[in-house]
């Protein structure tokens, strides 16, 4: 991608960022090129954020085997938390999330992990559910 399009781009997604999350957060927001599984998990090796959030499309165990998942893939190898968000059905209106789901592996980044998630399923008076 060229640099006059990256910037451009990148700057049509600041602009979408700021007016969903107004002034309250500052996001660092980049571009970057490849399969997106490999960039997401590369860019989380460089800088680990303390949580990172993905949309899913939601897709069925058949699509999911047949087309990969980005988010089933990035949280199955991340080590920092991760939320996933599942798309509403079409034509509905998203609701409140009733269960927070925390994989945890064993080691350094275990603890954290539950914290963040426990402090994330407390906020939204959500289930938490730890998986290993």
Known sequence: MPGVRRRRVRG???????????????????????????VILRRIRRNPPDLMVMGSHGHSAVARFLLGSVAENVVREAHCPTLVAKAPAEGTKPSQPHAVLCPVKPGESAQRRVELSTTLASALGAELHLVQ
């Not at 049509?12 to 997106?36: F, I, R, T």
């Open 12 to 38: 049509d997604l600041q602009k979408l960022v700021n007016e969903a999350l107004g002034g309250d957060v500052s996001p660092l927001v980049s571009v970057e090129e490849g399969h997106a599984t490999e």
